[in-house]
């Protein structure tokens, strides 16, 4: 049973912005590592960004520089403000423990028009 609500994707613009949230469930939150992945058509889940309960964060080489990962622990929610969006960043976004474990949500689908 998922344990996580991933919300904010759309369509954009290459260029533009959007920001992600997922709420967790205080089980899987907890003071564990969070992280954000994603799934484009016809490759692997990867993963995008993570966050640990103090807030330290790692960014896959493709998000740097233009992702920013954050959290709430009082909320139980991360986020990721995603800027400079390209089209290759067309994905559905997922959020998990990081590692991740073995359910998942329904993500939420972000796609950016050239």
């Known amino acids: 049973q998922a344990q996580v609500v991933e919300s904010g994707g759309g369509l954009v613009q290459a260029g533009g912005s959007l920001r992600l949230s997922c709420l967790s469930s205080p089980v899987m939150f907890g003071l564990n590592t969070m992280g954000w992945y994603r799934q484009a058509p016809g490759k692997q889940r990867e993963a995008v960004a993570s966050?640990?309960?103090?807030?330290?964060?790692n960014y896959a080489d493709s998000a740097k520089g233009r992702f920013i990962i954050s959290r709430d622990n009082a909320k139980n929610t991360i986020y990721l403000q995603m800027n400079s969006l390209k089209p290759e960043d067309t994905a559905v976004y997922y959020c998990?423990?990081?590692?991740?474990?073995?359910?998942w949500g329904q993500g939420t689908q972000v796609t950016v028009s050239s």
């Open positions: 966050i640990t309960w103090g807030g330290r964060t």
């Open positions: 998990n423990s990081a590692p991740s474990g073995a359910n």
